[in-house]
């Protein structure tokens, strides 16, 4: 069962732009982390978001929960070709079983 | 980080035959995970362990078997390889439930033919 939409599914931007990622669902969650995967590799965990409305920033990298928790969103200001890689969000049910979105692959163009 | 490793990389079975994907942590975290990965699928959870021989089926488990005789190994089994099976096995481990994230290992890429 997928239960969460990631979009848009690729991304392709300029160095220095900004980009905003979503990832959506009808299912609430106790929590949602992010994650980056660069290719041959496995993905590496960028944040956890706990709270309904929290927002935690990791240097260019904004992350919101939603109010509801059923939703997320990470925007990266002024990109640079090291934030090429596949993002990838993982919410948690009740059961605190993660489960994972289908991913958006972003490549940044220098 | 060489907290987590997968063996073999790569591997090329035909179908029919056993394969065994070997995990092996070093940093003593109690949950074990075997997620698959394939294109318009994302993650999906194959099967877990939340301790030596305690184990638990995920949302795609049918044709694989895991075994975790020790803390620091938890093996993923496809029982009879079908082409299906072709994908990248991805290990995971946290040190607890609720909020840790996983730590995953580089992958195994799996070609049955």
């Known amino acids: 069962t997928q239960l969460l939409e990631q979009s848009p599914q690729f991304l392709s931007i300029q160095e220095g732009e900004n980009l905003t990622v979503y990832c959506n669902s009808s299912s609430v969650f106790s929590s949602l982390q992010w994650y980056r995967q660069e290719p041959g590799e496995g993905p590496v965990l960028l944040v956890t978001v706990v709270t309904g409305g929290e927002v935690k920033k990791l240097k260019r990298l904004t992350f919101q929960f939603g109010d509801a928790r059923k939703d997320s969103s990470l925007h990266i200001t002024a990109a640079q070709p090291g934030d090429t890689g596949l993002y990838l969000c993982a919410g948690a049910n009740t059961g605190n079983q993660f489960y994972f979105g289908t991913g958006t692959s972003l490549t940044v163009i220098p | 980080d060489a907290g987590i490793t997968q063996s073999p990389r790569h591997k090329v079975t035909e179908t029919g035959t056993p394969v065994t994907l070997r995990c092996h942590q070093t940093e003593n975290h109690r949950y074990m995970y075997w997620y698959r990965q394939d294109p318009g699928h994302g993650l999906r959870l194959i099967h877990y362990s939340y301790g030596v021989k305690d184990t638990d089926k995920g949302e795609v488990s049918d044709g694989y078997s895991v075994s975790r005789s020790k803390t620091e190994d938890f093996l993923l089994t496809l029982e009879s390889a079908t082409s299906s099976q072709t994908s990248v096995y991805f290990c995971?481990?946290?040190?607890?439930?609720?909020?840790?994230?996983?730590?995953f290992g580089s992958g195994t890429r799996l070609t049955v033919v």
């Open positions: 995971a481990i946290r040190p607890g439930g609720g909020v840790y994230g996983y730590t």
